[in-house]
């Protein structure tokens, strides 16, 4: 594609967000991307494949022709269908701030109980869980960064030697760690390699201390952003 041809189609996905009154972060959520990968699409530094703009056309959705080409009408059906099949992300917390999480959380989440913020997604979630956590540090880079959304199935306390998981720990408060189940103790591993593993004493682990397992994660920046299993 010609620089030319970037910028127009830079613009158009500008003007098709800013239409439909998503910020950055809204819009890069309802196709599995960060906001700094939407700002670079809108600035031509980088341009979306022809299947992600058959995505954007699909999940959102947008007339792909003018998407493209700038021809025709920007809608592919009447705005009054646009936000039918969305759902809320529930953000209940941020790993890595230091806060501690509500002992009363379990499977079936209490309507009462409020989450800190909530996302609107599309379909492109659908069947993924619902629940989720901000992670604030560096401890699972390179794989998870600083500001990415994680999904996290709350019911899930099963220790998987090598899966991730969110903890509430009472010298650390809510944490994102990978564990491993060995003979001396649950090691605590951080992928980060300036912070050391520890270890949990086998019967130190219980339902308080595990929050849920980690089933899928989103960063915010570059073009790699990827919701995964």
Known sequence: MTDNHNS???QRIREFRITLRLDQT???ARLGKGKNTIISWE????????TMLEAIARVLPCNLTWLKTGNGDMFAEPQGNLMQEETD????GI???????????RENVPDKLEPLDKIKVSQLFKGKT???????GDSMDDKVRDGALIGVKLSDKRI?????YVLNL???GLTIKELHVEKKGIKVHAYNPRINDYYLEHDEINEYIIVGRVVWWLNEDGDEDKAKY
């Open 8 to 10: 127009e189609l830079g």
């Open 26 to 28: 809204e819009f890069g």
């Open 43 to 50: 600035k031509a530094r980088t341009s979306p494949s022809n």
């Open 89 to 92: 992300l529930n953000i209940w």
């Open 95 to 105: 790993t890595g701030a230091g806060d501690a999480f509500d002992l009363n959380m």
């Open 130 to 136: 619902r629940d989720c956590f901000r992670v604030k």
């Open 160 to 164: 998987i030697t090598g899966k991730m």
């Open 170 to 172: 009472p010298h650390e």
